[in-house]
């Protein structure tokens, strides 16, 4: 750690991300690692007085349940500084407040960041700043490489954070583990062992009112594009030598560079939906094209699944099925790995079993690894056992894994420039399939599971 506090500025401080996660985050890192030094300035266009904004930080500690001894030193230091992150004399005066070492921390509308890192390149940053980075990262594929091209024009790659908080998230993590820290499964971790994975996070809430961000975006942007093709990242990259993040960064760009949709078919590898009026553990869920600032014409699916294959020596011919979807009944956040069959079980032996799987479930995290064994009764016939292994409680908020790691300036947890445009390189072709109405817009109820028959793997 440094030796002056770093500066944690957030632009945007008065916006929904900042009350909701960014400041309980960081309360949750404080109360795991209390000696840490850090200065929390505000900034945002809105007018907030400094006992506003020092209640603010102080409420979104106590409800991470840091300890008011650590909190209050903190909270007390914190300022407010109303800044329109579009006017060159306010940005110039704040980052003259800030001090060095400096995280910049953009929880403003995309669009505003891009224009404010403009007006960046155009000051100048201290050396060593570190700017920090919500998705979307563009639009596309194009304004991908332009906010690039933008972004480095102002501090280097390393000094870049793009977030997906997923990468916090500690059952996430634990794919490293269980990849690479036991004998059991590493070697088994190819296409010769492993017939297909399911990466799956289905949730039962609907549209919550997220209209405004939703409408727009749909669930193959919202999750796909970025956090479930990041779990596929980390679960089929090559084994790093270190947890360097140079190393394990350059290994999942790799593994995203040689993805692409099933087939090389983007209309046949992928599904949509959209749900209909119906209820959830006893809620009445409206139609999604009911509901308030959502608009029927732009066809926005609410349920999403898309298979890749990975065109490389390890997973040449597997299926990876990436399934996300709101309004669901039987809520499902898991990685789920099929097994293929063994290669010969005695004659002789009843065998009516499924075949053996490992499960990691994501929200609260688990492993579970279905094995075929003897059946108990009768040693001649077969059963499934499950070994269950519950991962403990995470530390900290995603939040706070993630802030801790830019305030070491560790860009591990965070997604390199060219892995943000592989992302776009491999849903875009989907998307143009979906514009051209390749691909039917199905309709589910919601609290159903989704329409009938997804899930299959098209033959190629
Ligand atoms: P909000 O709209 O709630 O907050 C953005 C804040 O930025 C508002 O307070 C807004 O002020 C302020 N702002 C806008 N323009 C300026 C400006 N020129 N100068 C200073 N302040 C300005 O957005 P969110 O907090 O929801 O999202 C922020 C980012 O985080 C987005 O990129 C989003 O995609 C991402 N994100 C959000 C998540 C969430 O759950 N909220 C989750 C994951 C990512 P005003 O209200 O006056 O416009």
Redesign the pocket.
């Known amino acids: 750690m440094a030796d002056a506090p770093t500066t944690l500025v957030i632009?945007?401080?008065?916006?929904?991300?900042?009350?909701?996660?960014l400041l309980p985050g960081l309360g949750t890192l404080l109360s795991a690692e209390p000696t840490r030094r850090v200065r929390v300035v505000g900034?945002?266009?809105?007018d907030l007085s400094q006992e506003d904004w020092q209640t603010k930080v102080r409420d979104a500690f106590a409800e991470a349940g840091l300890d008011t001894a650590v909190a209050e030193p903190i909270a007390a230091d914190s300022r407010y500084l109303k800044?329109?992150?579009?006017?060159e004399a306010q940005v110039r005066s704040l980052l003259a407040e800030a001090g060095e070492p400096l995280v910049l921390y953009?929880?403003?509308?995309?669009a505003?960041?891009v224009?404010?890192c403009a007006l960046l390149e155009k000051i100048g940053v201290p050396r060593g700043t570190r700017l920090a980075?919500?998705?979307?990262f563009g639009n596309d594929l194009e304004s991908a490489r332009e906010l690039n091209r933008q972004l480095l024009r102002v501090v280097p790659e390393n000094d870049i954070f793009r977030?997906d908080?997923f990468l916090g998230v500690n059952t996430i993590l634990n794919l490293i583990g269980i990849r690479f820290a036991n004998r059991l499964l590493q070697p088994i971790w190819t296409s010769e062992h492993i017939e297909k994975v399911e990466i799956v996070y289905d949730e039962s809430l609907a549209l919550e009112g997220r209209a405004g961000?939703y409408d727009k975006a749909g669930a193959l942007l919202d999750m796909t594009q970025s956090h479930l093709l990041e779990i596929l990242a980390f679960f089929a990259m090559e084994p790093p030598a270190t947890m360097h993040a140079d190393e394990v960064r350059g290994l999942k760009a790799q593994v995203l560079r040689a993805t692409h949709a099933w087939g090389h078919d983007p209309a046949r590898a992928s599904r949509r939906a959209r749900y209909t009026a119906g209820s959830i553990e006893g809620r009445s869920i409206p139609d999604y094209v009911a509901e308030e600032g959502v608009e029927a014409a732009r066809h926005t699916e609410t349920l999403s699944e898309l298979v890749v294959q990975i065109d490389n020596l390890r997973w040449s011919g597997v299926p990876f099925i990436l399934r996300s979807g709101k309004a669901i009944g039987d809520q499902r956040k898991e990685v789920v790995v099929t097994f293929r069959p063994p290669a010969h079980v005695p004659t002789g032996l009843e065998d009516n079993t499924e075949p053996d799987r490992l499960v990691l479930q994501l929200k609260p995290g688990a492993v579970d690894v279905e094995l075929s064994m003897n059946a108990e009764g009768n040693p001649f016939e077969l059963e499934q056992k499950e070994l269950h292994a519950e991962l403990g409680k995470p530390r900290m908020l995603p939040y706070g894994e993630i802030l801790g790691a830019i305030l070491d300036a560790d860009p591990l947890l965070t997604i390199r420039g060219d892995e943000a445009e592989e992302l776009w390189r491999i849903v875009e072709p989907v998307l143009a399939a979906w514009r051209a109405n390749k691909v039917p817009l199905q309709d589910y109820a919601a609290g159903s599971d989704g329409p009938a028959g997804w899930g299959t793997v098209p033959r190629r």
């Open positions: 632009l945007g401080a008065s916006g929904d991300l900042t009350r909701r996660l900034a945002d266009r809105v800044t329109d992150v579009l006017d953009f929880a403003l509308p995309p505003v960041t224009q404010a980075l919500e998705k979307p977030i908080h961000y």
